[in-house]
Structures are given as C-alpha cells and as structure tokens.
C-alpha cells in the first residue's frame, strides 16, 4: 500500500492510501484538486469503482460501480483504502484521539466522518478505482458480521399460499432448520386452495410441533397478496412480524433469527436477507432506485449485482419474498395498499412510505433464503410497467434515495488508466470490441450484397 500526499488548491494536503492492484483512472490527482476547489468546505473525497464484465462470449464491457452514500454500517466491514482520500490535519487529530491505528488509516477515518460530518464527505464522479471484476476481493466483507443490538423475543411468520403444498413442504423445512432464541408463532394464509391442497399443508405442518405454534387461517377472496398480508399482520402476536413467500426456503439456520434482531433496530424498517435462486443464481444483492434518465421512469429493482453481497448495509428496500418488520413499526407505517399494489410494488410502496418518515431499510447479506421469482404468481411485463409508472406517479421524490445503495451502470466508454497495465487491457478490450463491431458491419454489408439491396449505414 502507497501512501501519497495530494497538495490542494487551499494548501491542505490530502492522504491516499494507493493500492498498485486497483489503479486510478488518469489524472486522478488533477481531478481531486479540481473536485477541492470547488467545494472548500469538504474534508473527504470519495470515488466509485469500475470494473470489467463479460457479457457476451468472450467480449469485455466497462462498467461503473456506483457506491452507497458513505455510512459506517458498512464501512465497518470493507476496505476503502484506494478510492478515497482524507484530509491530513484530520487523520493527524483522529490519530492522536486514539480513534484511527496511524495517522494514514485512510478507510478508518472515512468510517469515523460517515457519523460525525456525513456533509463534508464530497464525491469525485470523475475519478474510478479498477477493481477488475465484480467478484473482486475488494467487495468482500472484512472480518465477522456485524451483530444488531436486541434480540427479538417472539416472532411471528406470515405464509399465504394456494395450492402447491410442495413448495410450502420446502418453506417449512427452511423453518425446522433454523436456530432460535425466541417463541415461533407460523400463521398460515390460505387463499381458495383445494381441499386436499390443504389437507396437505396441514399434515406438512405437523413437524413443526413442539417448535412453533401454528395458525390457519382462510381468505376466500380473489388474491390479493397485501390483503393477505395485512390479515397475517393484525393476527400476529410476535414483537416482529416475518413475511415469507410459500416458494421461499431459509438455507442458513440462522437467518430467521438475524433477521428478525435487526428489524428491532432503532429507525429499521425491514431487514431482508441475500436472496438465492436455482443454482445459487443471485437474485437479490438489496435494492437500488436509479435516476430518470431522458426523460424515462425512475427505476426500483432487486440488485442482481456481485459486490458486497456478503455485507449488511442500508438499502432501498428488500425482498419481501423473505422480510422482517418489527410489529410496531409495520403499525406506524401503516398496511399494505390493497387496492392498488394488490402484489406486486407493494413492498416498494411500503419502503417508501417508511424511508420519507425517517426509517432505513436493512440488508442482511450474512445470511441467505432461496427464492426462484415467478413460481407463485405469474406476472406480464405489460402489468409491471403500468404499475411502475403509477408507483412512480405516487412517489415523485424516488429519486431522493437513488443513492442509498449501490448501483452498477454501463458505462459508454472505457476509461483511461495511468498505470501501463491497465492500459495494455483496456487498448485490448476496445480492439476487441472495435473488431467485433468491423466483423458485424462485414456480415451486414455481405447479407445486403447477397440480397442485391444497399447496405444501410
């Protein structure tokens, strides 16, 4: 690791902890004095990461990994060294604190800011550390899991399920797995299922005796998943409240448990853990809201995103196929919205209800379910783009948290590195991708010859 000293316009130097394996882009340092002219007032600068990503065959695309806004959840558990840069009279007084190791701990400092000055961290959008790839060792959790401070003493999980008592077969056997320190209460939400469906979910549910307490009960309307939610909700008895899908299953044994801890956190409005589908495909790596872009909707989704997956962090929101609230708070924010968002957007709506009052959504990435989307519920993409936009019409101020958690974004071109190396590669990736495009206007221009019609341009 490197330690460099930037000069800044206002004459305070800044400290960068340079790490040869994740270069900078070209002229950082230029950047950064730039970046500290225009805002003399900030102590802190940080920068978002850019990695190479496969996307077709063996082609290399570029992309931009924009970083949540700094928080010391999770700064307590990655290295930031390399894409920030602090400035020298504050790493000397937190040295002499006693709250940084040396007077260059960079990332510890950073952690320390991100609670006490959150408004004097300034981002460098035109500075990228290289990372490589997104399975990069510098998106892995450092160290053991952070642990929440209170333990949920009675939990309470709300299934709904119709018919297939295969896939509730598998959700309760998520739950005989699980290692817990508190009263498990399981109410089951039946919705026009079959006699013998049921039948089958009782008699699946019968293992559970001695470890839960189980409840049934019938909603015998057309579905309506927040209406049977919020019938789960008001029956329950727990302090927190877990929604499950019945295509859900917990794969580590303490995910309930966890889960459900970090729900009761003051200000914590859902705590959802790493979602995992067929082949331990990532489904869920939290969510991410994007800017409008030209004049396009704003955008909500699950991550499906690599880096710091392993991490507990803030998030938008998370995935209500496996999600605790605590009970009081799910009474604060208020139900599900049964006339709008029946299914699907209802979880999205219930974060943003809770994030405009002040609450902070969490992701649990030390613990995992399996969920494959689209088992219990079938879905038109005509549907979900006409309910995005009536989201999006009900909450104009989505993008006021675009930056809560992360988002990886292609990027148009690929960018200019100082050190040699990186520049060999890259020069390689845009002679591939420039060979490529050459090799596609060949066959175009071939097939048009062929056809005796001229080639477009």
Same mark, same amino acid.
């Given at each position: 690791?490197?330690?460099?000293?930037?000069?800044?316009?206002?004459?305070?130097?800044?400290?960068?902890?340079?790490?040869?394996?994740?270069?900078?882009?070209?002229?950082?340092?230029?950047?950064?004095?730039?970046?500290?002219?225009?805002?003399?007032?900030?102590?802190?600068?940080?920068?978002?990461?850019?990695?190479?990503?496969?996307?077709?065959?063996?082609?290399?695309? #570029?992309?931009?990994?924009?970083?949540?806004?700094?928080?010391?959840?999770?700064?307590?558990?990655?290295?930031?060294?390399?894409?920030?840069?602090?400035?020298?009279?504050?790493?000397?007084?937190?040295?002499?604190?006693?709250?940084?190791?040396?007077?260059?701990?960079?990332?510890?400092?950073?952690?320390?800011?991100?609670?006490?000055?959150?408004?004097?961290?300034?981002?460098? #959008?035109?500075?990228?550390?290289?990372?490589?790839?997104?399975?990069?060792?510098?998106?892995?959790?450092?160290?053991?899991?952070?642990?929440?401070?209170?333990?949920?003493?009675?939990?309470?999980?709300?299934?709904?399920?119709?018919?297939?008592?295969?896939?509730?077969?598998?959700?309760?056997?998520?739950?005989?797995?699980?290692?817990?320190?508190?009263?498990?209460?399981?109410?089951?939400?039946?919705?026009?299922?079959?006699?013998?469906?049921?039948?089958?979910?009782?008699?699946?549910?019968?293992?559970?005796?001695?470890?839960?307490?189980?409840?049934?009960?019938?909603?015998?309307?057309?579905?309506?998943?927040?209406?049977?939610?919020?019938?789960?909700?008001?029956?329950?008895?727990?302090?927190?409240?877990?929604?499950?899908?019945?295509?859900?299953?917990?794969?580590?044994?303490?995910?309930?448990?966890?889960?459900?801890?970090?729900?009761?956190?003051?200000?914590?409005?859902?705590?959802?853990?790493?979602?995992?589908?067929?082949?331990?495909?990532?489904?869920?790596?939290?969510?991410?809201?994007?800017?409008?872009?030209?004049?396009?909707?704003?955008?909500?989704?699950?991550?499906?995103?690599?880096?710091?997956?392993?991490?507990?962090?803030?998030?938008?929101?998370?995935?209500?196929?496996?999600?605790?609230?605590?009970?009081?708070?799910?009474?604060?924010?208020? *139900?599900?919205?049964?006339?709008?968002?029946?299914?699907?957007?209802?979880?999205?709506?219930?974060?943003?209800?809770?994030?405009?009052?002040?609450?902070?959504?969490?992701?649990?990435?030390?613990?995992?379910?399996?969920?494959? *989307?689209?088992?219990?519920?079938?879905?038109?993409?005509? &549907?979900?783009?006409?309910?995005?936009?009536?989201?999006?019409?009900?909450?104009?101020?989505?993008?006021?948290?675009?930056?809560?958690?992360?988002?990886?974004?292609?990027? &148009?071109?690929?960018?200019?590195?100082?050190?040699?190396?990186?520049?060999?590669?890259?020069?390689?990736?845009?002679?591939?991708?420039?060979?490529?495009?050459?090799?596609?206007?060949?066959?175009?221009?071939?097939?048009?010859?062929?056809?005796?019609?001229?080639?477009?341009?």
């Amino acid at each position: 690791m490197n330690i460099i000293e930037v000069q800044l316009p206002g004459g305070e130097p800044v400290v960068v902890e340079w790490n040869p394996k994740y270069p900078l882009t070209a002229k950082w340092d230029r950047r950064l004095r730039e970046a500290a002219g225009k805002d003399e007032a900030a102590v802190a600068f940080t920068w978002d990461d850019a990695f190479l990503r496969r996307t077709r065959g063996l082609r290399l695309d #570029p992309f931009r990994l924009a970083w949540p806004r700094p928080h010391p959840l999770l700064l307590a558990q990655v290295d930031c060294r390399g894409r920030c840069a602090i400035a020298k009279s504050v790493l000397q007084g937190l040295h002499q604190e006693g709250r940084i190791a040396s007077a260059t701990d960079t990332a510890g400092a950073l952690r320390i800011l991100a609670d006490r000055m959150p408004d004097r961290i300034r981002q460098v #959008p035109e500075i990228l550390r290289l990372t490589w790839a997104e399975g990069s060792p510098a998106y892995r959790r450092t160290g053991a899991a952070p642990t929440p401070s209170r333990t949920a003493t009675r939990i309470s999980v709300v299934i709904n399920y119709r018919d297939r008592p295969d896939l509730m077969q598998e959700c309760i056997r998520g739950l005989m797995r699980q290692a817990l320190r508190s009263e498990l209460e399981v109410l089951l939400i039946d919705n026009q299922s079959t006699a013998e469906s049921v039948a089958a979910v009782r008699a699946a549910c019968k293992s559970l005796k001695g470890r839960a307490s189980v409840r049934h009960f019938t909603y015998a309307e057309p579905f309506n998943k927040s209406a049977q939610d919020n019938l789960g909700a008001r029956e329950a008895s727990g302090e927190v409240i877990v929604f499950l899908n019945n295509d859900a299953e917990m794969l580590d044994v303490g995910c309930l448990q966890t889960i459900s801890d970090w729900a009761l956190e003051p200000d914590a409005l859902a705590a959802g853990p790493r979602v995992l589908g067929d082949g331990d495909r990532l489904v869920s790596n939290g969510v991410f809201i994007r800017r409008a872009v030209g004049g396009a909707t704003p955008l909500i989704r699950e991550n499906e995103a690599k880096p710091l997956q392993e991490t507990i962090r803030l998030s938008a929101g998370v995935s209500f196929c496996c999600a605790a609230v605590a009970k009081a708070t799910f009474e604060r924010i208020g *139900p599900f919205d049964e006339q709008v968002f029946k299914s699907q957007y209802n979880d999205a709506d219930f974060w943003l209800r809770g994030l405009r009052l002040g609450f902070s959504n969490i992701y649990v990435g030390s613990v995992s379910c399996r969920h494959e *989307p689209g088992q219990s519920e079938a879905r038109t993409k005509e &549907k979900t783009a006409a309910l995005l936009v009536r989201f999006c019409e009900r909450h104009v101020d989505l993008a006021d948290y675009a930056d809560i958690d992360l988002d990886v974004v292609k990027l &148009k071109a690929i960018p200019e590195f100082a050190e040699r190396g990186p520049r060999w590669l890259m020069q390689g990736a845009r002679l591939w991708r420039k060979g490529r495009a050459r090799l596609v206007d060949a066959r175009r221009l071939g097939v048009s010859l062929v056809r005796g019609v001229a080639p477009s341009t």
